[in-house]
């Protein structure tokens, strides 16, 4: 295998540092700042952070433009001093009343207008932080019952947003992060495929591409190595979210080979062999910590991430290729399977 180069470069969002609550339960650790959140992040070593538009400005829709601009401008100069760039922004369209049935796809027009709007403020608030790049997770684009929405005009729907979008900046670039459920029954942009699929229909095919979460791949049913192989395969994979997901249940966001180490492998394996990395990408963690984490161990889940990532990157690149495929041209396949589970466990 060519070997890569390019020195991975590793980011997580201030949402990441969470406090435990879940459907079920409150916290099980105090809420902290978001100056103590990059001072943990300085102390991690990690290189970039990933926001959503009200991580930079929180209460975001109750602030005037001057407002939002001083307030980004005072997170920005915060980033600078500590060396830590800002690889995207999100507008989180999943909290206000005016998201409650759907944002872009929303049956309400001044809500499909409010969402519009609230991205627009988003790419602006990029722009100052310095990163061209926008991350759509769809959270609430789809339907909990089929008869409540029009899936034909959704496409539309979010076809116009993006096309707003783009025409709003003409450097942005868009990244979709499917996901096929949760919060929704079902999502309308499940699979990176999807995803794709949209990015065609707008105005600027060029700037629309993909973030491929791990677990969101395990949810659809599909193989998260096999997503990335595949949108590396059009040159759309602008962002990453590496984590780990046992099965089909709740979005769980474990740490990163968590669940399933060969699964893991395979994802930096494929990473490897198309230069993940070599266009500035990032490597992002989208975990979060085991509801019982005490304080004193709240950081562990992306130092650990980070680590089982760089292992497996030694992984792969100690794999022996030439002996994989002399076993892949007889067809042994009994023999590759021995091979890469000795190889993990390290024999
Ligand atoms: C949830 C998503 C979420 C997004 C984030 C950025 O399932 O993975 O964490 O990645 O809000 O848009
Ligand atoms: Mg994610």
Redesign the pocket.
């Given at each position: 295998m060519k070997k890569n180069s390019a020195h991975y470069r590793f980011c997580f969002?201030p949402?990441n540092l969470s406090e435990g609550a879940d459907p079920y339960g409150p916290p099980t650790r105090p809420a902290q700042s978001f100056d103590w959140k990059l001072a943990q992040m300085k102390k991690l070593g990690f290189d970039a952070m990933?926001f959503?538009d009200d991580d930079v400005v929180p209460d975001v829709d109750a602030k005037s433009e001057k407002q939002i601009i001083a307030e980004t401008r005072e997170l920005k100069k915060k980033l600078f001093d500590a060396g830590i760039a800002a690889e995207m922004v999100?507008p989180?369209l999943w909290f206000s009343p005016k998201t409650i049935d759907g944002a872009y796809t929303s049956n309400d027009p001044k809500h499909r207008q409010y969402a519009i709007d609230r991205s627009r403020r988003t790419i602006d608030i990029a722009n100052l932080l310095g990163t061209d790049l926008i991350?759509?997770?769809l959270?609430r684009e789809g339907s909990y019952l089929r008869e409540s929405k029009n899936a034909r005009k959704s496409v539309d729907y979010l076809v116009q947003a993006i096309d707003k979008m783009l025409a709003h900046d003409k450097r942005v670039r868009i990244a979709i992060?499917p996901?096929p459920n949760?919060p929704m029954d079902h999502a309308y942009v499940p699979t990176i495929g999807h995803a794709l699929a949209v990015a065609n229909l707008t105005r600027d095919p060029k700037r629309v591409g993909a973030?491929i979460?791990s677990?969101?791949c395990t949810l659809a049913g599909l193989d998260p190595s096999d997503e990335i192989a595949f949108a590396m395969s059009f040159g759309k994979l602008w962002s990453l979210?590496l984590n780990d997901q046992n099965g089909l249940k709740f979005?769980q966001?474990k740490p990163f080979g968590s669940a399933n180490l060969r699964g893991a492998f395979n994802q930096v394996r494929v990473l490897e062999q198309n230069h993940y990395g070599s266009r500035g990408e990032y490597v992002c963690f989208?975990v979060h910590p085991f509801r019982p984490t005490k304080v004193e161990h709240w950081l562990a889940h992306l130092d650990n991430s980070r680590r089982t990532f760089l292992k497996l990157v030694e992984k792969a690149r100690s794999y022996d290729e030439a002996k994989a495929a002399q076993m892949i041209a007889d067809r042994n396949y009994q023999a590759l399977d021995q091979y890469v589970i000795e190889h993990l466990l390290g024999k």
């Open positions: 969002g949402w990933m959503h999100a989180r991350v759509l997770w959270a992060e996901k949760e973030l979460e677990a969101h979210h979005d966001d989208d």
